[in-house]
């Protein structure tokens, strides 16, 4: 480091020298995905490979970030505004595997970073997505709660 930067190293200078994203951008890239930001997203995708940042490694950087505020989900009994948007324990998970499941077209792709922002973009629409069996508890729960007989009635013309 010190050949590259001279006597004095500072964080700005490792991460330009090793491809890395701050903690700050990293927070900021998890607060657009918590409030499913598209544009907020594809915009910090453009800045960070306009500054030769690694993409493979800010990937693996936002997964731990994300894990840690299903931690925190989990932790305060299934909700966290860790991200900066209030998301279930449900939506972080499903956010964290949509994350997972781009890993291989980020790595391996000739598109890197077409294959990041679409694996982010998806990630922020699974963290949407509803689970099919809370869906039909809900749906159960409220036909157990609708008065008898309504809706089978039909009109008389």
């Known amino acids: 480091m010190i050949s590259f930067c001279g006597a004095e190293v500072t964080e700005p200078d490792v991460l330009d020298v090793y491809g890395l994203v701050s903690a700050e951008k990293i927070a900021e890239l998890g607060a657009a995905l918590a409030a499913g930001d ?15 940042r690694d993409l493979v490694r800010l990937l693996s950087d936002l997964q731990a970030h994300v894990r840690a505020a299903l931690l925190d989900a989990i932790a305060k009994g299934g909700k966290s505004k860790m991200l900066g948007s209030e998301l279930t324990t449900e939506q972080i998970t499903r956010m964290l595997d949509g994350l997972r499941e781009g890993e291989g077209a980020v790595k391996l792709g000739l598109a890197e970073k077409i294959n990041f922002e679409v694996t982010l973009l998806k990630a922020v629409d699974a963290s949407r997505a509803r689970a099919i069996d809370s869906l039909i508890k809900e749906l ?7 008065p008898a007989g309504s809706g089978d009635e039909k009109k008389k013309g």
């Open 140 to 146: 159960a729960a409220l036909a157990d709660e609708a």
């Open 38 to 52: 598209h544009q907020k997203i594809v915009a910090l995708v453009d800045e960070c490979d306009a500054n030769g």
